[in-house]
């Protein structure tokens, strides 16, 4: 009865953690078009360009350090030894955190400098501010969590975004209603980010009260302290880089693109507005994330208990069939999208200026739903190493290509670079599972039936978007390009659905894998 009772505790946490963080995602890719809308590109650059700085802190605080705080709790059944953890491993999490605030604080000049605009500095130096309070959110919500007590980091996460967005939007209107300088509004939506993470400790200290006991330090052995900083660094650090991944890339372009569009002999202010034209592309490659990644949530609990029970044939079957899956969402969400991105581009930020650069970035939206599949894989058997190791590899390829694909060929070579760098970790982490033994094959005539189905989807709805443009409807309000962007989704569904359906792509046990799969079985076959 009692293990019962912990799966349904288990169940019920991940479903409050999951919803939570559906939401958080399509709250932080959503904001970011009215937010653009009201500063124009070059107040979107300015914010873009230090966002992944404060991206790497919420991860640190949200879903690398708790995750790993809460997998090291639950492995110890002694509250003597969980208290003894958890402060040994706020005060590990303070000094890195204190170091990050310092070096980014009295660093800013330089930082600034290294992205190639001295005037980010004032807004580098409000979001170091962010880092001191890692430790306090990263520490509560780890010990929630190892308690399987998910809905204190869910509320606390919902009320930090809430209010971050709110300022953001909120600097966004004084912009548009005064005309601030950029870098003023810049330094204002970035401190919503502060306001946001004190209002999560309040949230979380407020679900902890009676139970601060957990906080008190105890003394320390050297041995297990030497233990969990190891572990810390390596499991913990693995888990951050590859939460941080895509925040990543995008810091890497913040350090890269405008400097060497400028070094090319682009003018600065026109370099500025092409970043934030190409910055465009993070809120549709975001939400393109989640509709793919939401669609395929549910193989994770299956795959996790294979694998722990030995059942490697049916652990196999369920990978492959995961892989069908989620590559035939991710590849029709990719090319849909780059199809539609002139009219999309028109509907949120009202000119259609960086097409080809969009429709190239957005492509990524199929390889980085993938490497999530992957990861999902290399989780359920907990490989954490080998995840390590191709994000390194992804890391340093992009870092590699933007600068010269960047100066060479303006932000088409940026997005080129970003989907080359995404490649290469994809390739890395499907060559580790194949030279583990595994069997990852999906067949090649799955593969001709998948490009024969993305092939008629891609030209039906191509010749809807050569319509559309040669009336002109690409030349009128942001309410019809809306609209032929909607009738384009439904159309590029609606062939893709059937065209998988007659071709049978998947079979019964992989529809009933997806949402409404099973009816739509019933249905059609």
């Known amino acids: ?76 059944e002694s509250p003597t030894e969980q208290k003894r953890l958890t402060n040994q491993f706020f005060y590990y999490v303070s000094v890195l955190s204190v170091f990050l605030f310092l070096g980014l604080f009295i660093g800013s000049p330089l930082v600034a400098l290294m992205m190639g605009d001295k005037e980010l500095a004032p807004l580098i130096r409000v979001v170091s501010f962010v880092f001191l309070l890692v430790p306090f959110l990263s520490t509560l919500r780890g010990v929630f969590q190892g308690e399987m007590n998910m809905l204190p980091t869910a509320t606390s996460q919902l009320v930090e975004q809430g209010i971050r967005v709110g300022v953001i939007l909120f600097a966004g209107w004084l912009f548009y209603v005064n005309s601030l300088d950029v870098y003023v509004v810049g330094s204002v939506a970035t401190s919503g980010a502060i306001i946001g993470g ?62 060497y569009l400028v070094f090319s002999g682009m003018p600065d202010l026109s370099a500025k507005i092409a970043k934030g034209v190409f910055d465009r592309g993070q809120p549709l490659v975001q939400l393109g994330l989640v509709v793919a990644v939401s669609m395929t949530a549910t193989f994770m609990p299956t795959l996790t208990h294979y694998y722990k029970n030995k059942e490697i044939s049916d652990y196999e079957s369920m990978v492959t069939s995961y892989l069908k899956v989620s590559l035939a969402i991710s ?41 999530q599949t992957y990861q999902t894989i290399y989780q359920s058997q907990n490989r954490v190493h080998y995840q390590f190791v191709a994000a390194i590899f992804g890391v340093l390829l992009k870092s590699i290509l933007t600068p010269a694909l960047t100066y060479y060929f303006g932000t088409l070579g940026s997005s080129i670079s970003t989907l080359f760098g995404l ?103």
Not at 60 to 76: Q, T
Not at 222 to 236: A, T, V
Not at 331 to 339: T, W
Not at 491 to 519: A, C, H, N, R
């Open 1 to 76: 009865m009692d293990k019962l009772k912990v799966e349904k505790t288990v169940l019920k946490g991940t479903l409050i953690l999951t919803v939570t963080s559906f939401i958080v995602k399509i709250l932080s890719a959503v904001y970011r078009v009215p937010f653009q809308n009201l500063v124009g590109d070059e107040g979107f650059y300015v914010y873009q360009q230090v966002y992944p700085i404060y991206g790497i802190a919420m991860t640190l605080s949200l879903s690398g350090m708790p995750v790993f705080l809460s997998k090291i709790l639950a492995s110890e």
């Open 198 to 259: 004190l209002a999560a400790i309040g949230v979380l200290l407020y679900h902890a009260r009676g139970q601060m006991t957990s906080f008190y330090p105890l003394p320390r052995k050297k041995d297990r302290q030497k233990s969990l900083l190891r572990r810390l660094i390596f499991e913990g650090g693995a888990l951050c880089f590859f939460s941080a991944y895509l925040v990543i890339f995008q810091l890497i372009d913040s350090f890269t693109v405008k400097k």
């Open 331 to 371: 590849m029709a969400a990719g090319v849909g999208l780059a199809l539609l991105v002139p009219f999309v581009n028109v509907t949120l930020f009202s000119n259609n200026d960086g097409v080809l650069t969009l429709s190239l970035f957005v492509l990524s939206v199929s390889v980085a739903s993938m490497i």
């Open 423 to 525: 490649l290469g970790c994809l390739m890395v982490l499907h060559h580790y599972l194949v030279r583990k033994g595994f069997r990852l094959s999906v067949g090649t005539m799955f593969i001709v039936k998948l490009m024969a189905s993305l092939s008629m989807m891609a030209l039906l709805v191509y010749l809807f978007r050569y319509t559309c443009v040669t009336q002109g409807l690409l030349n009128t309000h942001r309410g019809m390009t809306f609209v032929v962007t909607l009738v384009g989704v439904l159309l590029g569904v609606s062939v893709y659905m059937i065209s998988i359906v007659k071709f049978k792509l998947f079979s019964y046990d992989e529809w009933t894998m997806l949402p409404f799969g099973q009816k739509i079985y019933k249905h059609f076959y």
